[in-house]
């Protein structure tokens, strides 16, 4: 039996006591903390008002006994307060997808493309972070140009995230870059280059100077860090190889400097200019053109001495060790009855085998690169880029590009996967090349109106440099 009348409402408790004539300023100014009732005239929410913006867990909502309830107190500190609301029955609930463990999510978006990830990656934070993984980008990336992933899968650029490398990319596809100016020399010179980390080397006349690069990767700073000197003529080719400098000179000497210390030693290798040099595994290979080619040790006790000496009957214009250090490369001026490219014995210093039958006569190849111990790149006067197999044929490449101008091709590089860069002889025609295509894919004119070779180009992952006659140009592939 209910115990309350009004339908199981609790009776309205009496009103508080008065408070006394000479009660205290707080009882007669703050009524409603000591239990009192405050007068219509001050009542909040105004009568006639909705209620439904009242604070305080339904202060000022109508009483069940059909008057209108006092404020709640001011909470205390401490006080839980009200309890929260239920939960609705419409809040969506929890995605099952996140019930999936994190390598069967990195399974399901490994089918997805460039455009497919970046838009997952908008969708929330949580699937922006999955899908910006490396692992997911991998696969794309090893299928872009200069991605810094070779044909065999190693990672040549391992501090930069791959999407960030893929994003770049479609600049060196597409050609977006910005183009400056980084140094200058009065003289015009025939300028060679080599990259590592945060310096690029550059020989200037006699001497080889290494300057820092700026955090941004698209200027020098202005005075070099150190300078290597030992020639007396300009150098003519340079290597850097593991913190060691080697360099072939015009007054035909060798100089073989340490980076990082002031060891240094220089060797008289040839009777005319040094063209070309090469070093690994403790050998260095000389050519010149005295029409030798020659192969020195460096190991203790027999540093400088002469273990070869190759006859090629032909000036030399170029050189390159094998990776596996069993044979290497010449390339020469192709002015006698033999082909300009020629393998060679590196034990023995015989020759193994030559490489085509159809070049010209003047043909010479002035660049000649090693990709794999099996792929080789040349390049030279009959303005062709030549890829050569040496498993499948000696006598034929297996694919060629021609210059679109007819100009000299003086040097290439590669990323080791899809891209090619070249060197033109005319107006500082810097040309990028897709493997798979056999047109050029964008061209870049860096010498005009005064033409100029582009001696020597070496590129990162995210800006190239071409060194002219008589100036450093960059190319900054991050700028949109």
Same mark, same amino acid.
């Given at each position: ?31 409603? +903390? ?73 399974? #399901? ?50 501090? #930069? ?20 100016? +980084? ?24 001497? @080889? ?17 150190? #300078? ?16 060691? #400098? ?7 000497? @060798? ?109 010479? +190849? ?83 109106? @005064? ?30």
């Amino acid at each position: 039996m209910n115990q309350f009348p009004n339908d199981g409402v609790p009776p309205r408790p009496p009103p508080p006591p008065p408070p006394p004539e000479g009660g205290s300023d707080r009882q007669r100014l703050l009524p409603h +903390v000591t239990g009192e009732r405050l007068p219509p005239s001050m009542a909040w929410p105004p009568p006639g008002s909705s209620s439904s913006g009242s604070r305080g867990g339904g202060a000022g909502a109508a009483a069940p006994w059909g008057g209108r309830a006092a404020p709640d107190p001011p909470r205390r500190r401490g006080d839980p307060g009200p309890p929260p609301p239920p939960p609705s029955s419409s809040s969506p609930p929890s995605s099952p997808l996140w019930a999936l463990p994190e390598e069967l999510l990195l399974l #399901i978006c490994s089918y997805l493309d460039v455009q497919a990830l970046g838009r997952l990656g908008q969708v929330c934070r949580r699937l922006r972070f999955l899908s910006s993984r490396d692992l997911l980008w991998k696969r794309i990336a090893r299928g872009c140009l200069n991605s810094g992933f070779t044909q065999l899968g190693t990672d040549l650029a391992p501090g #930069i995230p791959v999407k960030e490398r893929v994003k770049v990319s479609q600049n060196w596809r597409h050609g977006r870059c910005r183009r400056e100016t +980084v140094l200058k020399w009065k003289c015009n010179l025939m300028p060679w280059m080599e990259l590592d980390g945060q310096y690029l080397y550059l020989s200037q006349a006699e001497n @080889i100077q290494a300057y820092q690069l700026c955090p941004d990767g698209t200027g020098l700073q202005r005075h070099p860090q150190a #300078i290597f000197s030992g020639h007396q003529e300009d150098v003519c080719r340079f290597v850097l190889v593991n913190s060691h #400098i080697v360099s072939g000179g015009g007054d035909g000497n @060798i100089v073989l400097h340490k980076i990082h210390g002031s060891y240094s030693v220089k060797f008289s290798a040839h009777e005319q200019e040094v063209n070309c040099v090469d070093f690994q595994g403790g050998f260095i290979v000389s050519g010149s053109r005295d029409r030798t080619a020659k192969v020195w040790s460096l190991s203790a006790g027999r540093v400088g001495q002469c273990l070869h000496t190759v006859q090629t009957e032909d000036r030399v214009w170029s050189i390159a060790i094998s990776p596996l250090l069993s044979s290497f490369v010449t390339g020469t001026a192709c002015c006698g009855h033999t082909s300009p490219l020629r393998i060679w014995d590196f034990e023995s210093g015989q020759l193994l085998t030559c490489l085509g039958t159809d070049f010209h006569h003047g043909a010479g +190849v002035l660049d000649v690169f090693y990709e794999t111990p099996s792929l080789l790149l040349s390049c030279g006067y009959d303005t062709y880029i030549r890829y050569w197999d040496i498993r499948t044929s000696t006598r034929k490449c297996v694919r060629e590009w021609e210059e679109p101008h007819d100009s000299a091709l003086y040097c290439i590089r590669t990323d080791g996967n899809h891209m090619i860069a070249s060197g033109s002889s005319y107006y500082g025609v810097v040309r990028l090349w897709d493997k798979r295509q056999t047109q050029c894919l964008q061209s870049f004119h860096l010498s005009s109106p @005064i033409s100029s070779p582009v001696y020597c180009l070496r590129f990162s992952t995210t800006h190239l440099y071409a060194a002219l006659a008589s100036a450093l140009h960059v190319l900054d592939f991050t700028a949109s």
